[in-house]
């Protein structure tokens, strides 16, 4: 849903950012490696002393350089493996770290076990959404299905944990966590069907399907 924003905040908001980082001869890896610092930074040290708001401005400081490192990768030709494969793991970490804040916030100043299972069910369902994919083209399969994409997901918590922030309404981050616990958990089960159906399909033929 968010990738067709891409183009318009690396083309005019980013790209004078990704040229000056160039000119430094920043390398795409570094900037990975420091956003993903940030994002943890803003997380674990602002949300589980109760400062919401503050954390999701740090955190979006950073959080743009998932942007940053692709567009400067592909415009210096720079684009590896090892580089894709380091984006995606530190993905894992920093949405882990976000929701593990709110998780720990929830065990703290925010006093609620039910939202503190709900952010521990957003950290493990978002980090097997990635997984599932990822494992099913190592087997030769797709499973780009599903209705919870991480960007859609940082976007939500961010958006909504920051206007619950400001406005004094905590009950977006709760309808916030809800959507997203229930869209993570669906979005494996698509996964996992559609991962089985091409399985049977290359085992059996169509009419495994049916089986």
Not at 155 to 177: R, W
Request: hydrophobic content about 55%; glycine content about 10%.
């Amino acid at each position: 849903m968010l990738d067709r924003f891409k183009a318009f905040w690396q083309g005019v908001v980013l790209a004078p950012i990704v040229n000056l980082l160039i000119r430094l001869r920043v390398s795409p890896d570094a900037v990975t490696l420091v956003g993903t610092i940030g994002v943890c930074v803003g997380a674990l040290a602002f949300f589980p002393r109760g400062h919401l708001l503050a954390g999701v401005v740090f955190i979006t400081c950073f959080v743009f350089s998932d942007l940053l490192d692709g567009a400067m990768a592909r415009k210096t030709g720079r684009s590896s493996s090892f580089g894709a494969f380091l984006d995606s793991t530190l993905d894992r970490i920093g949405d882990g770290a976000i929701f593990g804040g709110l998780a720990l916030y929830f065990a703290g100043p925010g006093d609620s076990r039910l939202y503190l299972w709900l952010s521990m069910i957003c950290v493990v369902m978002g980090a097997v959404t990635s997984y599932a994919r990822a494992r099913a083209e190592s087997l030769g399969f797709t499973a780009n299905v599903g209705i919870a994409e991480r960007a859609d997901r940082l976007v939500a918590i961010l958006v909504m944990t920051g206007l619950g922030a400001i406005f004094d309404l905590p009950i977006l981050m709760y309808v916030a966590l809800w959507a997203l616990a229930l869209a993570s958990t669906v979005t494996v089960a698509q996964r996992i069907l559609t991962v089985r159906s091409q399985a049977l399909a290359a085992e059996y033929g169509p009419r495994g399907k049916e089986n």
